[in-house]
């Protein structure tokens, strides 16, 4: 149980593009789920906690307009890359909170975006 | 969330246990002691958490001193799978317990 999904699980884009990589929790429902982003041979840093109706929470230094997400529904959350640019290649990982209880999460296996 | 220290890297043989320590001297009495793992270019996995007593899964075992200061992770009888990047987390239970990642312990399990 506890598996969650991402897809695609490898992108490359144009400078210029939108990007929009999805996070599914499989097998349960999921009150929360994080974004996190992570660069070669560096830690993952968190960018954003988002609950399900409800607008996101960015950390600092993470622009809301360039990394949109959206959390439509319990076992869906989505994050687009908007106007991506080769900076913005990265390694990003979503992971996912249990509705009924556990402070424990789930992480996806991770989307490497490249952008040309 | 309180801060954690853990060693860089650590070598463990093929079949032998592997004890990943973690200082955590500033935890709070409400805060849980998690350990996740990162194979590489794959998301972390978790493995175990704790609040005081000593806990084991299928996984592996948990032991936190009897003043909460520190922790270490056991894996029994590590695996060539088992090489990975351990990471020891305190979250605060009041900031919807937001994972703050450090540079954990990277384990290299040897034949």
């Known amino acids: 149980g506890a598996v969650v999904s991402q897809h695609p699980s490898r992108v490359i884009c144009k400078s210029g593009t939108s990007v929009k990589i999805e996070c599914r929790s499989l097998?349960?429902?999921?009150?929360?789920m994080f974004w996190y982003r992570q660069f070669p041979k560096q830690s993952l840093m968190l960018m954003a906690t988002s609950n399900e109706g409800s607008k996101a929470t960015y950390e600092q230094g993470v622009e809301k307009d360039k990394f949109l997400i959206n959390h439509a529904s319990l076992t869906l959350s989505t994050l687009t890359v908007t106007s991506a640019h080769p900076e913005d290649s990265s390694f990003y990982i979503c992971?996912?909170?249990?509705?009924?209880?556990?402070?424990?999460?789930?992480f996806g296996p991770g989307t490497r975006l490249t952008v040309l | 969330d309180a801060k954690t220290t853990q060693p860089p890297s650590m070598d463990c043989a093929e079949g032998r246990a592997a004890n990943l320590p973690c200082n955590h001297s500033t935890i709070s009495g409400n805060e849980y002691v998690y350990w996740y793992r990162q194979i590489h270019s794959q998301g972390p996995q978790y493995i175990i958490h704790?609040?005081?007593n000593n806990e084991t899964n299928e996984m592996a075992s948990l032991i936190i001193t009897e003043d909460r200061k520190s922790s270490t992770l056991i894996l029994p009888h590590a695996t060539l799978r088992d090489t990975a990047v351990y990471y020891c987390l305190t979250p605060h239970t009041g900031t919807a317990s937001k994972l703050t990642f450090g540079t954990g312990t990277r384990l290299q399990v040897t034949l």
């Open positions: 097998d349960f429902q999921a009150t929360t």
């Open positions: 992971s996912a909170k249990r509705l009924a209880g556990g402070n424990e999460q789930f």
């Open positions: 704790g609040l005081k």
